[in-house]
């Protein structure tokens, strides 16, 4: 069988704390990789990370949506992302008979870091600690594992090029994974069924965008909140190389089937003209 493209697959939020659920979605992508797709898989873990400062009695505050991490902190933080949740992943699809590999982008230096510079809404600089962006990606060990048929499971922690840890938000993680594999498609698993017109009309869903309308659709208030991260990855993804995007339901396992068949399913943002 010839491989298929590449497919990455952002996964997080509360499809990850469901245990039930998550071993549906973990069956479901398993079932890709046994049909010839090669696919990776970008995780972040936000309640895991929050139970492990609790548990560790350190506070975090939030500034604009970004956890302030401080060193102290960041321990924590990779022991939840790798330890926990990374170490989790890899274990449940090798159940499923697969040959899953954990990561994080400080392996192979598949990713480098650079220090978040973060201005408030009202334009003060904020040093959020060891909170930082994708400042470049070599994707050799993660194309060279795709080769070899493993499962490369990657969470988003990378260190800068004097070696400093920081944490990175996934959604831009991933996208930036996904534009450097030049993959066929970017997926981001959310708890909606895609970009909806109104959030309070579930039948509003809008079926494809081209990225060019993201802006708008910003400007108008339609694309708000936690929706916006991930529309904004979906827009590195593309710009970078990723063929298209799509933004789907991670809690409702049948829209991961549907796309797994080969039908429509949640939003696809695809390339302007």
């Not at 989790?88 to 008979?97: C, E, H, I, Y």
């Not at 080769?147 to 070696?163: F, H, R, W």
């Not at 698993?189 to 494809?208: C, K, Q, Y």
């Not at 396992?253 to 039908?263: A, I, M």
Request: aromatic share 4%; with cysteine; glycine share 10%.
């Amino acid at each position: 069988m010839q491989d298929k493209p590449v497919s990455v697959f952002k996964y997080g939020g509360n499809a990850m704390t469901d245990n039930a659920l998550k071993e549906q979605i973990v069956s479901i992508l398993s079932e890709f990789v046994d049909r010839g797709h090669r696919i990776v898989v970008v995780h972040g873990g936000g309640p895991f990370i929050k139970k492990a400062l609790a548990d560790a009695k350190i506070e975090s505050e939030f500034i604009d949506g970004h956890r302030q991490t401080t060193s102290e902190a960041m321990i924590h933080v990779e022991k939840a992302l790798k330890g926990e949740v990374n170490t989790d992943l890899v274990g449940s699809f090798n159940r499923k008979g697969q040959k899953a590999v954990g990561l994080s982008g400080k392996d192979g230096r598949s990713v480098t870091a650079v220090k978040r510079k973060h201005l408030t809404k009202e334009g003060v600089e904020k040093d959020l600690g060891q909170v930082g962006d994708v400042g470049k990606i070599d994707p050799t060990l993660i194309e060279t594992l795709l080769k070899m048929k493993y499962i490369p499971i990657l969470t988003c922690i990378a260190a800068d090029e004097n070696g400093d840890d920081y944490n990175i938000n996934a959604d831009m993680f991933a996208g930036h994974i996904a534009g450097a594999l030049n993959a066929e498609r970017f997926i981001v698993m959310t708890d909606v069924d895609g970009l909806l017109e109104d959030i309070e009309r579930p039948n509003s869903l809008m079926r494809e965008i081209k990225v060019a309308q993201l802006s708008g659709l910003k400007d108008s208030g339609i694309i708000v909140g936690g929706m916006m991260p991930k529309v904004e990855a979906c827009e590195i993804a593309l710009e970078n190389g990723a063929q298209q995007a799509i933004i789907l339901n991670g809690t409702n396992p049948g829209q991961l089937r549907k796309l797994l068949n080969g039908s429509d399913t949640g939003t696809k943002i695809i390339k302007s003209d």
